[in-house]
């Protein structure tokens, strides 16, 4: 599930490594994006779309929406560039414009699971709670290896106040994370631990 084509990947290691920034994934639509149906990685809009994401990497948003978007027009049924403008539309707070763009992603792709979470990470910030644990669900049944999801539904577990919950999915978050853990959820979790055995006490 976890997919990355050969045609995007190294033009965007060598863009990186040209400009001194760092390659490494900073949002959800690098983990599995799919083949645009261009086997020319110097296709122009592959340009814009490495062009976009080094603006995300740069933090400006308003920068990379505007790549991302020619990417679209060029590749209407290309996943990558709805979910990487989603997910420019996230971090600057425009969370129905996020939940669009990833609606379009997994309409195109449905097993599109970095998609799924972050799509579950805009419905907590537009309060449709069930909405994202059915999305955080979901990406874990189709990619049970895929760490993150576990941290979001932690997250909703500890609002809900199911702590044994909670103590669960951040274990599974950490016991499989290919990245070294949030230290926020290793502090989360070892609050848990002396919550929980004070209640078997």
Same mark, same amino acid.
Request: aromatic content about 12%.
């Given at each position: 599930?976890?997919?990355?084509?050969?045609?995007?990947?190294?033009? =965007?290691?060598?863009?990186?490594?040209?400009?001194?920034?760092?390659?490494?994934?900073?949002?959800?639509?690098?983990?599995?994006?799919?083949?645009?149906?261009?086997?020319?990685?110097?296709?122009?809009?592959? =340009?814009?779309?490495? =062009?976009?994401?080094? %603006?995300?990497?740069?933090?400006?948003?308003?920068? &990379?929406?505007?790549?991302?978007?020619?990417?679209?027009?060029? %590749?209407?049924?290309?996943?990558?560039?709805?979910?990487?403008?989603?997910?420019?539309?996230?971090?600057?707070?425009?969370?129905?414009?996020?939940?669009?763009?990833?609606?379009?992603?997994?309409?195109?792709?449905?097993?599109?699971?970095?998609?799924?979470?972050?799509?579950?990470?805009?419905?907590?910030?537009?309060?449709?709670?069930?909405?994202?644990?059915?999305?955080?669900?979901?990406?874990?049944?189709?990619?049970?290896?895929?760490?993150?999801?576990?941290?979001?539904?932690?997250?909703?577990?500890?609002?809900?106040?199911?702590?044994?919950?909670? %103590?669960?999915?951040?274990?599974?978050?950490?016991?499989?994370?290919?990245?070294?853990?949030?230290?926020?959820?290793? &502090?989360?979790?070892?609050?848990?631990?002396?919550?929980?055995?004070?209640?078997?006490?």
């Amino acid at each position: 599930m976890h997919i990355v084509t050969k045609h995007l990947i190294m033009p =965007v290691l060598l863009f990186g490594l040209l400009l001194g920034v760092s390659t490494a994934p900073s949002f959800a639509q690098t983990i599995d994006i799919n083949d645009p149906g261009t086997s020319d990685p110097y296709h122009p809009a592959l =340009v814009q779309y490495r =062009v976009g994401y080094y %603006f995300q990497l740069q933090g400006d948003h308003e920068r &990379a929406i505007e790549e991302f978007t020619a990417v679209i027009e060029a %590749f209407p049924n290309w996943d990558g560039g709805y979910s990487a403008r989603g997910d420019s539309y996230a971090a600057l707070g425009r969370y129905e414009l996020a939940i669009t763009d990833y609606d379009e992603a997994l309409d195109l792709t449905p097993g599109f699971v970095s998609v799924l979470y972050m799509r579950g990470r805009a419905y907590v910030a537009t309060g449709e709670i069930e909405l994202a644990g059915e999305d955080y669900a979901s990406a874990t049944q189709q990619a049970p290896s895929y760490a993150l999801p576990y941290w979001g539904m932690g997250d909703l577990a500890y609002e809900q106040g199911d702590l044994t919950a909670a %103590f669960v999915f951040y274990q599974q978050y950490i016991a499989i994370t290919i990245t070294p853990p949030d230290v926020e959820v290793i &502090a989360r979790v070892s609050t848990l631990e002396v919550i929980l055995s004070a209640g078997d006490a």
